[in-house]
């Protein structure tokens, strides 16, 4: 564990040290601020529904572009063999970027915080829907974390990972909105996959251990995936 934190502490300064971090975080936040504040005083609605609404879609483009680089440029530039010959395990190196990554969208959220704020000074606030949105948030940043670094290990080019990581982020987000294009007898099942339909349950309020269980197992498929292609290339 130690090992894997320095390389998360490692990865954090990375990203930190370049301006795509500070680009990234601009534009969620410019993104995410446009639709509550456009809610808050256009429409004179005091809630955070436009921006819990539309998080997961912003997700599925802002997480490509954070773990695009996490494994493609290291076999890109030949750092990874460097970092193999280090006394560390695949499993360290995994799991240290998986929490860089996982960390990197907490701070994201960390301003985003204001907006709640905002709403509190002006009246009431029903807090539990708020604790629910971003306990979601964090889940399905980390479920797309793990789908991007499974994305960054398929190739050596950047943009053909971050391609990749938004389809499927994007697939994820939007399947369960496509249910007319499956027979019936799957309905359930492709509903159940649908990444919106369990981070939206929670962003109510209502903290179901199925929910959470979808976003481990995503996690799980993605991190298991990225150590399969990952060993078959080393």
């Not at 030949?78 to 799991?95: M, R, W």
């Not at 009431?124 to 604790?131: I, K, Q, R």
């Not at 496509?178 to 799957?186: A, V």
Request: charged share 10%; hydrophobic share 55%.
């Amino acid at each position: 564990m130690q090992q894997a934190i320095r390389i998360c502490n490692k990865e954090l300064k990375d990203y930190f040290i370049s301006p795509i971090a500070y680009i990234v975080i601009s534009i969620f936040l410019l993104v995410t601020g446009w639709f509550f504040f456009t809610t808050f005083f256009y429409y004179n609605q005091a809630d955070l529904r436009n921006f819990l609404g539309l998080l997961p879609i912003t997700f599925a483009f802002l997480i490509p572009a954070v773990t695009m680089r996490l494994f493609s440029e290291e076999m890109n530039v030949g750092s990874y063999e460097l970092l193999l010959t280090l006394p560390v395990t695949f499993k360290d190196i995994l799991l240290g970027k998986f929490l860089a990554g996982v960390l990197f969208v907490a701070a994201a959220l960390v301003p985003t915080l204001a907006y709640p704020i905002c709403i509190a000074f002006m009246g009431e606030l029903d807090w539990g829907p708020v604790a629910g949105g971003y306990l979601g948030a964090l889940l399905l940043g980390a479920a797309f974390v793990a789908v991007g670094l499974f994305s960054s290990s398929l190739t050596r080019n950047q943009i053909i990972a971050f391609i990749v990581g938004t389809a499927i982020c994007f697939s994820l987000t939007l399947i369960d909105k496509m249910l007319f294009f499956f027979p019936s007898s799957l309905l359930g099942v492709i509903g159940y996959l649908g990444a919106d339909f369990h981070f939206q349950n929670i962003a109510k309020g209502i903290v179901d251990s199925r929910d959470i269980l979808y976003f481990l197992s995503v996690v799980f498929i993605g991190l298991y995936g990225t150590h399969l292609v990952m060993q078959e290339k080393s």
